[in-house]
C-alpha cells in the first residue's frame, strides 16, 4: 500500500498542490513567529550587552520589591577592586542633564568614563578621553547639534529649579551605544568629578564592572568577589558574568515573558486550525472521488488498516514537503528582514536567530497536524465495503447519528457561550466574557451543517435571473452540504475575527473618545513654563494660536494657591472671553466661586493669594482633571501667588490652553504636539490633553488593528486557498457532466460563470456570517473591556466591514479562475470519455 500511496501523490500531485501551499503558509506563520521570538532577545541581547562589553564580571544592586535597592558605595567598589583575580574596575555613576540653553535645550544622560581604559564600553572616534571641565559627546549626537572636539556644551542638573549652567569643552566623539536603556537621548562622558556635580550624593554607582587578570578563572573569580563582598558585611549585591547579567537584564524587560510571541502564537493558532479545515475537506474530497477505486482495492484483498494508512502515508507525504518548504520560507523571510534592519542606524544591533526549536515545532505541528487532519477522511476511506464500488459514503448530516451528536453539542456550546458573552457584557467582565465568545463561536461552527447550505440555498436563488449557468451554480454550491459547510467555516473563522477587531477597535475608539472629553476640560494644555525656566506670557498664547491646526489659545495666570490632598496645588484664572478653548463651552465661574474637579467634597475652599485668602464657594466640574479656576476678577483679588509660598514646592506657573480643530487625524494631532513644543519652547511631554491622549490611544488602537488585520489575513488567504481547491477537486470529480453540458449547448463563458458563481456563493455566505458574528462579537467584546469605565455605544465601521465584504467576495472570484480555466479548456468530446 505503501506504492500505491507513492503512486497516487505522484499522480495526482495537481489536487495536493493548494493543501501543501494552505499548509506550507500556516508553517511558515508559526516557524516566522517562533524565529523572530529567538532573534529579537538574541538582537536585544546584543544590544543590552554593548554596555559591559569589554568587562567580565558585573556587580550590581539585587532587585528586590519589598526593600530598597542597595546603594554601591566606593567601599564596596574599593572590595570588588582589590579582589584576587581582578585586573580593573569601572564603578558606573550617571546623571541625567539639560544640555544647550533657552528653547534650544535637550535631554541628556551623563556618564562617567572609566579609569581603566580598557572597560571604556564605547569607542573614541575622534579625540580623547575627557579630563576635568572636559566632556565627550556620541557620534549621533555630534552630528545632529554639529559638534567637534573644542565645542563648548552648557549642562544643567535635570528637575532642578534655577539651577546653575556649567560649561564643558568637547574633548571626543565616541560611538553611540545601541543599548536600548541610553537610546532616545544624548550620551555624554566626563570624568567622575565632573558627573558627581550633576548626581544626588545619595545615588552611589549604578553598577561596577570587572576584568579579570590574565589566567584568572572567571567563576573562581565571580566566587571570591562575592564572598569579599560577604565577609566586608555588603549585602544586596549580585555578583554575575556578563552574560548573566545581558540575560537577566533581557527577562527584567519582559517579565520572565514574551507578550508578543504569545498574541503572535495565537494567531498563528488561528492559521494552523483554519489549515486544518482545509486539509481535512481536502482529504474527504479525495477519499470521495477514490470511492470506486478504494473498494477495488478491497475487492482484490486490501485489508481497513492498509486503505487507512495508504491515506494518512498521503498526508504524511503532503506534511513532510510542506512544512520544510514554510521553514525554509520563514528563515528566508526574517532573514529578510533582518538584513534590512542591519542597515538601518538605530537597529544595527539586530540579530537573526534560528533556533533549533523553531524548525522543530514548525516541522512537528505542520506534519502532525496534516496528519491529524486527514484521520477523519481516513477512517471514511475504509467504511466503503468492498461491494460498493458505486455507492459513495454517506456524508455527516443532520439526520445521521453522528449528526445528530455533533448538531446537539453544537446547540449546547452555543448556548452556554451565549449565556456567558451576554453576562459578560452585561456585568462588564473580560474574563468571563472572553470564554463565553470561544464557547458560542465553537458552537456556530459545530452546527455549520445546519445553516450554511441553507443560506447557500437562499442567496443562490439570486442568481436565477443569470440563466442556466445562475441556476446551476446555485445547485452545484449545495450538492454536498458537508463540504460546503467546512470550506465555508474556513472562511467564516478569518472573517469573523478581522470584522470582530474592526468593530471592537471602532467602538473602543468612540467611547474612548467620550471618556477623555468628560475627563480632560480641554484639547490641548501646556504647562511647565519655557525650557529657559521663565513662564508662559500673552506671546506664547499668540505664538501657539498661530500653529496651523490651533482654533483658540488662552493663557491661564496664577491667581493663587489652595491645599488639594495635602499640598498645594495652583489656582488658574479664566478670562470670560477664552471659554471656547473648553471642552464645555457653557462653563461659567462667577465671582466668589471656584470651579472644582469632580469628586471634590468641600462646599467651600479657601485660596491663599499675594493679596489676601478668600473663601469661594465650590462649582464641581464634570471632568475629573480640571484644574481649579476663578473669574478673573476673583483673580485681581487675590493677586497671584502669595508671597508666603514654601520656595521648595515647586508650582508650574501660567498655563496655555488650547482648542483644535476637529478635523485633525490622529498623526495630524501628534505631529501638532511636536510643532507646538518647538514653537513654544518646550519639551514634547509638556503639551497633553484630551485630543494628544486620544491621539496617542488611536494611533495605537490603528496599529494594533493593522497588525491584527494582517495576522488574521494570513487564516483568510489560507480558507481561501481552501475554496479554490474545492473548486478544482469539484471541477475533476465533475468532468463528465461539465463536458455533458457543453454538449448540451453550454458554452465555454456559461461554464465559467456558473463556477465563478459558486465560488461567490461560498466565499459571499462565509463573509457576510462572518461580518455579522464579527460585529457582534466586537462590540460585546468591547462592551465587556469597557463598560466598567464609560457607557459603550456600539460603533459600526461600515466602510471598512464593506470593504472586508468587497474583499472576500472578489478573492472567492479570483479563486474560480484557475478551475474554471481547467474546466472550459477541455473539449466535451474528452469529458465524456473520462472515467
Not at 518 to 532: H, K, N, R, T, Y
Amino acid at each position: 500500500m505503501l506504492q500505491v500511496a507513492l503512486a497516487q501523490v505522484r499522480l495526482n500531485a495537481r489536487r495536493f498542490i493548494a493543501v501543501s501551499l494552505a499548509v506550507m503558509i500556516a508553517v511558515g506563520f508559526l516557524t516566522a513567529t517562533l524565529i523572530i521570538n529567538s532573534s529579537s532577545k538574541a538582537s536585544l541581547t546584543q544590544s543590552i550587552g554593548e554596555g559591559y562589553r569589554n568587562a567580565d564580571l558585573v556587580v550590581m544592586p539585587e532587585v528586590s520589591y519589598d526593600a530598597p535597592p542597595t546603594v554601591i558605595t566606593q567601599q564596596m567598589a574599593d572590595a570588588i577592586r582589590d579582589t584576587d583575580g581582578i585586573a580593573g574596575t569601572y564603578a558606573v555613576i550617571s546623571s541625567y542633564v539639560n544640555m544647550g540653553e533657552g528653547k534650544k535645550t535637550s535631554f541628556a544622560e551623563l556618564n562617567n568614563t572609566a579609569e581603566d581604559r580598557a572597560l571604556f564600553p564605547v569607542d573614541i572616534v575622534e579625540g580623547d578621553l575627557p579630563a576635568a571641565g572636559e566632556v565627550a559627546v556620541d557620534q549621533d549626537t555630534a552630528d545632529r547639534l554639529g559638534l567637534a572636539p573644542g565645542s563648548v556644551l552648557s549642562l544643567t542638573a535635570s528637575g532642578e529649579l534655577n539651577a546653575e549652567a556649567t560649561g564643558l569643552t568637547t574633548s571626543a566623539i565616541v560611538s553611540t551605544s545601541r543599548d536600548p536603556m541610553k537610546m532616545g537621548a544624548a550620551q555624554l562622558y566626563a570624568p567622575t568629578a565632573t558627573v558627581e556635580q550633576f548626581a544626588s550624593a545619595e545615588q552611589g554607582f549604578r553598577s561596577v564592572q570587572a576584568s579579570l587578570a590574565p589566567g584568572a578563572n572567571l567563576e573562581d573569580v565571580q566566587a571570591a568577589v562575592g564572598q569579599k563582598l560577604a565577609d566586608a558585611g555588603f549585602t544586596g549585591l549580585t555578583v554575575r558574568t556578563v552574560a548573566e547579567q545581558t540575560e537577566a537584564t533581557v527577562a527584567s524587560f519582559t517579565g520572565g515573558e514574551d507578550q508578543l510571541t504569545v498574541i503572535l502564537l495565537a494567531f498563528a493558532a488561528v492559521a494552523v486550525l483554519v489549515c486544518a479545515l482545509v486539509v481535512s475537506n481536502t482529504f474527504s474530497v479525495l477519499v470521495a472521488q477514490r470511492t470506486r477505486e478504494l473498494a477495488l482495492l478491497r475487492c482484490i484483498g486490501a485489508a481497513r488498516s492498509q486503505i487507512r494508512r495508504s491515506v494518512i502515508v498521503e498526508a504524511l507525504l503532503v506534511g513532510v514537503v510542506a512544512s520544510i518548504a514554510g521553514v525554509l520560507v520563514a528563515v528566508a523571510l526574517v532573514g529578510a528582514i533582518v538584513a534590512y534592519l542591519q542597515n538601518i542606524p538605530e537597529s544595527g544591533f539586530a540579530t537573526l536567530s534560528v533556533s533549533p526549536l523553531s524548525v522543530i515545532v514548525g516541522l512537528g505541528v505542520g506534519v502532525v497536524m496534516t496528519v491529524l487532519a486527514a484521520l477523519v477522511p481516513a477512517r471514511a476511506a475504509t467504511a466503503v465495503a468492498p461491494l460498493a464500488a458505486l455507492r459513495p459514503a454517506d456524508d455527516v448530516r443532520a439526520g445521521t447519528r453522528q449528526g445528530k451528536v455533533r448538531l446537539v453539542s453544537g446547540l449546547v456550546l452555543l448556548a452556554a457561550g451565549a449565556a456567558l458573552l451576554a453576562a459578560g457584557a452585561v456585568r462588564a467582565d473580560l474574563l468571563l466574557a472572553l470564554p463565553g465568545g470561544m464557547l458560542s463561536f465553537v458552537g456556530v461552527l459545530m452546527c455549520a451543517t445546519l445553516f450554511i447550505p441553507s443560506l447557500v440555498r437562499a442567496v443562490g436563488s439570486l442568481a436565477a435571473p443569470l440563466g442556466v449557468p445562475g441556476k446551476l451554480a446555485a445547485v452545484n454550491a449545495v450538492r454536498n452540504p458537508q463540504r460546503t459547510s467546512a470550506t465555508s467555516s474556513a472562511l467564516l473563522i478569518g472573517v469573523t475575527l478581522v470584522a470582530m477587531m474592526m468593530t471592537g477597535a471602532a467602538t473602543a475608539r468612540d467611547s474612548l473618545s467620550t471618556l477623555l472629553s468628560q475627563e480632560f476640560p480641554v484639547d490641548v494644555a501646556i504647562s511647565g513654563g519655557l525650557s529657559d525656566g521663565s513662564p508662559f506670557t500673552g506671546d506664547d498664547a499668540d505664538t501657539a494660536r498661530a500653529v496651523p491646526g490651533v482654533n483658540q489659545a488662552a493663557l491661564l495666570p496664577v491667581a493663587g494657591t489652595t491645599d488639594m490632598d495635602g499640598y498645594p496645588t495652583e489656582v488658574y484664572a479664566l478670562d470670560p472671553a477664552d471659554r471656547g478653548v473648553l471642552q464645555d463651552t457653557t462653563v461659567d465661574v462667577a465671582p466668589g466661586s471656584i470651579l472644582m474637579p469632580q469628586g471634590t467634597k468641600e462646599k467651600t475652599v479657601t485660596v491663599n493669594g499675594a493679596k489676601g485668602d478668600m473663601t469661594l464657594d465650590v462649582i464641581l466640574s464634570e471632568s475629573g482633571a480640571m484644574q481649579p479656576l476663578v473669574a478673573g476678577s476673583t483673580a485681581d483679588e487675590l493677586g497671584g501667588v502669595p508671597k508666603t509660598a514654601d520656595p521648595d514646592v515647586y508650582l508650574s506657573g501660567p498655563q496655555l490652553w488650547l482648542s483644535v480643530d476637529d478635523s485633525l487625524t490622529s498623526n495630524e494631532l501628534l505631529n501638532l504636539q511636536s510643532d507646538l513644543a518647538e514653537a513654544v519652547g518646550v519639551e514634547d511631554y509638556m503639551v497633553s490633553g484630551a485630543a494628544i491622549v486620544r491621539a496617542s490611544f488611536e494611533q495605537v488602537i490603528d496599529v494594533l488593528l493593522m497588525v491584527v488585520t494582517g495576522l488574521l489575513g494570513v487564516a483568510v488567504v489560507i480558507a481561501l486557498v481552501g475554496v479554490a481547491n474545492t473548486l478544482s477537486l469539484s471541477v475533476l470529480e465533475r468532468t463528465r457532466e461539465s463536458s455533458l453540458l457543453r454538449a448540451l449547448g453550454l458554452t465555454r463563458g456559461q461554464l465559467r460563470g456558473m463556477l465563478a458563481l459558486e465560488a461567490l456563493l461560498i466565499a459571499g455566505v462565509a463573509a457576510l456570517l462572518g461580518t455579522v458574528l464579527g460585529a457582534l462579537y466586537g462590540w460585546l467584546g468591547a462592551q465587556s473591556a469597557l463598560g466598567a469605565f464609560s457607557p459603550v455605544a456600539v460603533s459600526i465601521p461600515w466602510e471598512q466591514l464593506g470593504v472586508v465584504l468587497a474583499v472576500a467576495l472578489l478573492a472567492g472570484l479570483a479563486a474560480s479562475v484557475l478551475p474554471a480555466r481547467r474546466a472550459a479548456r477541455l473539449s466535451p468530446v474528452a469529458g465524456l470519455a473520462a472515467d
